[in-house]
């Protein structure tokens, strides 16, 4: 199986497994897996049922947006997804998600402080918001591009959802669980009207710079490739 049919593949095992977990829903989302020593990505077609997808209904394209393989029309996302790949070296795996408790939060526009140690490793130093934009349009992937310089791997999309990164398959589907354990607790914590204690700075630094090391060992292998 060559590079690309890999992606493909993978791109389905992931849908599979968000399903199980109850995180995809109908056509909402999608999800996309760098090509191995190519500029290019696979990525889920639009308006789609994840349950019916199969390798063969996986788009694969350039950086530059040009179709390498696919009849099906790709995610209208996939600017954004390519603008990730191209800026973001350390990020193999993109999954932008309508996750419930996530997307509350992309409602009242309110961003996640480091709130445990484990969020700070894996997410970064905070989830922030992303200015709303229509989905699909330029001037998302514009915003979204913007963020990606804070080496997070989680942001919310104001009034739309959530947008996850990560090193390798497993990891960002991690990354989507924890968002929704931040967003939920967070919530829950807010509801009480007490004051929300952060994660000490010295620590969150601490963490961070775990997360940075992760990310550069990243980006050093897609360099070599």
């Known amino acids: ?52 997808m199969t390798v063969d209904d996986i788009c694969v394209l350039g950086w530059d947006m040009s179709t390498i393989e696919g009849k099906r029309k790709p995610s209208v996302e996939s600017s954004m997804h390519a603008a990730i790949y191209e800026h973001r070296l350390d990020t193999n795996c993109v999954i932008h998600t309508h996750q419930v408790y996530a997307s509350a939060l992309a409602l009242t526009h309110t961003p996640i402080p480091a709130l445990y140690d484990e969020q700070v490793k894996f997410l970064g130093k905070s989830v922030e918001i992303v200015d709303y934009a229509p989905s699909g349009t330029p001037f998302l992937k514009n915003n979204v591009f913007k963020a990606l310089g804070n080496h997070a791997n989680a942001y919310i999309l104001q009034n739309h959802g959530a947008l996850l990164l990560g090193p390798d398959p497993d990891r960002t589907i991690f990354n989507v669980q924890l968002l929704e354990k931040c967003a939920v607790t967070y919530i829950l914590a807010l509801c009480t009207e007490k004051k929300v204690r952060k994660v000490p700075a010295a620590f969150r630094e601490i963490a961070f710079a775990m997360l940075r090391k992760d990310e550069k060992k990243a980006e050093d292998l897609n360099r070599i490739k």
């Open 1 to 52: 199986m060559n590079e690309i049919q890999t992606a493909k593949q993978t791109v389905v095992e992931i849908c599979q497994k968000l399903i199980q977990k109850g995180i995809l829903m109908g056509t909402g989302g999608n999800v996309s897996v760098r090509v191995v020593g190519q500029k290019a990505f696979a990525i889920t077609p639009s308006n789609y049922d994840y349950a019916k």
